[in-house]
T-cell receptor, first 114, second 113 residues
Framework: DAGITQSPRHKVTETGTPVTLRCHQTENHRYMYWYRQDPGHGLRLIHY???????DKGEVSDGYSVSRSKTEDFLLTLESATSSQTSVYFCASHPLAGSLIEQFFGPGTRLTVL | QKEVEQNSGPLSVPEGAIASLNCTYSDRGSQSFFWYRQYSGKSPELIMFIYSNGDKEDGRFTAQLNKASQYVSLLIRDSQPSDSATYLC?????????????FGPGTSLSVIP
């Protein structure tokens, strides 16, 4: 398995507070992604990165920002958490571009916003 | 219309039967197709990918692709209780600067002993 970790694994926070989730990979993968997973919606892309300091928005990026200052770390920040951001967040990565890519997923972070 | 659609299930099959999972996609530019398995509380893991029309077999799993109908399926033969999971269909649409992977909502499969 690819070495992808996420921290924290569980977090409970209050509405209006900023929250940062961390994804760390030891595979030297160039591409990294943040998804959220909610019942009935599958995995929805929040933001992705195609290299250090190179990031772009996914389909549900409002209220989220990301940073990637090193190959191994991809941070997701909820600028002011809302209850609608209660979800399970998955980080994923892969090394190569092209059509046949296998994404490797981290273990997930369960976030609850009260 | 959603980009990738799947029957939400739950799909229940008896042990030893064939489970059939279906997925349709809207973008004809889609180039490759993936099936991920996700156990409850765990992260998705890739079990099959296919990019050419026809069938691809790997052990008890067969992926079928029909690009004209924009349809991809996964057959699980001799279903086992350990196959009980949610199966996510994913479609890769190669854009100019990155690979855009869109996931379906998943189908929950329950294999009854």
């Amino acid at each position: 398995d690819a070495g992808i970790t996420q921290s924290p694994r569980h977090k409970v926070t209050e509405t209006g507070t900023p929250v940062t989730l961390r994804c760390h990979q030891t595979e030297n993968h160039r591409y990294m992604y943040w998804y959220r997973q909610d019942p009935g919606h599958g995995l929805r892309l929040i933001h992705y990165s195609y290299g250090v300091k190179d990031t772009d928005k996914g389909e549900v990026s409002d209220g989220y920002s990301v940073s990637r200052s090193k190959t191994e770390d991809f941070l997701l920040t909820l600028e002011s958490a809302t209850s609608s951001q209660t979800s399970v967040y998955f980080c994923a990565s892969h090394p190569l571009a092209g059509s046949l890519i296998e994404q490797f997923f981290g273990p997930g972070t369960r976030l609850t916003v009260l | 219309q959603k980009e990738v659609e799947q029957n939400s299930g739950p799909l229940s099959v008896p042990e030893g039967a064939i489970a059939s999972l279906n997925c349709t996609y809207s973008d004809r530019g889609s180039q490759s197709f993936f099936w991920y398995r996700q156990y409850s509380g765990k992260s998705p893991e890739l079990i099959m990918f296919i990019y050419s029309n026809g069938d691809k077999e790997d052990g008890r799993f067969t992926a079928q692709l029909n690009k004209a109908s924009q349809y991809v399926s996964l057959l699980i033969r001799d279903s086992q209780p350990s196959d009980s999971a949610t199966y996510l269909c994913a479609v890769n649409l190669v854009k100019t600067s990155y690979d855009k992977v869109i996931f379906g909502p998943g189908t929950s499969l329950s294999v009854i002993p």
